[in-house]
């Protein structure tokens, strides 16, 4: 799971999620008149087939494109100006929920995150106060310019699976484990991630870690609060990456501000 900001140019938002809600409606509809036959009744690929022809034939009704979106609502996707080449564009930004995602990484950092910026509301699509969120990310900016200078390090924690004792592990020694790092390495092709964590360790193939200090403590693990892990802290060597899509969140903002339908623009914030 992740989180994805998309920024879209509604023409008239109030039509649109007018036109939404009966679209969403008349869907239902048609699902129960196909799905609503007793318990035990399996819907078949020709029925769905119908159910989705029917959805299709709504839109069309209701003047939506096939999918069912308003077609006068724009998604903003432009590419930096200054990193052209990044993930993060004008107008899309994203995070993924593991350690290595901006707003975990930002958060850790300096205390703020995408979430802090733009203070999203609960529905899908919200206006932002633009202005106030050009100031928080500003601050940020520069607060994690000084993090980068100052410690420019990353943390790994790795916490032991209740579940797998290092029996069941059947890593006993020196030599089985590096047995497994040949076998993993081994495994692995170009396609792949290098990096990667699961049962059977984290592994860092493709670029080793610089690591620094190795700290005993605990951890929270599913619906463990307290197992013991050992912290890893590394010298991070992408933490631009992360300041790089900040400084593309700020030119989204200014980009909107720039605009003379301000009132028309909206934050798609998805999960």
């Given at each position: ?9 509604f023409e ?55 999918n069912g ?48 910026i733009f ?153």
């Open positions: 799971m992740g989180l994805d900001v998309y920024l879209k140019r008239n938002y109030d039509i649109s999620q007018q036109l939404r809600a009966e679209y969403e409606r008349r869907m239902d509809l048609a699902w129960e008149q196909i799905a609503n036959r007793g318990n035990n009744y399996q819907v078949s690929s020709q029925e769905e087939e119908i159910y989705s022809q029917q959805c299709q034939m709504i839109a069309r009704t209701l003047g939506l494109d096939s979106e308003d077609p006068l609502v724009q998604l903003i996707r432009l590419p930096s100006h200054k990193y052209p080449d990044h993930n993060f564009k004008i107008g899309y930004f994203y995070s993924s929920n593991n350690d290595s995602g901006i707003n975990r990484i930002l958060s850790d950092a300096i205390g703020l995150d995408l979430h802090s203070n999203p509301l609960e529905e899908d699509d919200f206006q932002p106060d633009w202005t106030l969120a050009r100031g928080i990310c500003l601050k940020a900016i520069a607060d994690f310019i000084t993090h980068i200078e100052q410690h420019p390090y990353g943390v790994v924690p790795l916490t032991f699976d209740p579940n797998i004792s290092p029996i069941q592990a059947q890593i006993t020694s020196k030599a089985l484990a590096l047995q497994k790092l040949v076998a993993m390495k081994e495994q692995t092709i170009d396609t792949q991630p290098n990096t990667f964590g699961g049962w059977a360790g984290d592994f860092f193939l493709t670029e080793p870690l610089e690591v620094l200090a190795i700290i005993p403590g605990t951890a929270g693990f599913l619906d463990c609060p307290d197992l013991p892990c050992f912290y890893i802290v590394f010298q991070h060597k992408h933490l631009d990456f992360y300041l790089q899509a900040l400084e593309i969140v700020l030119e989204t903002i200014e980009y909107v501000l720039e605009q003379p339908d301000i009132d028309k623009y909206y934050l798609d914030w998805s999960s």
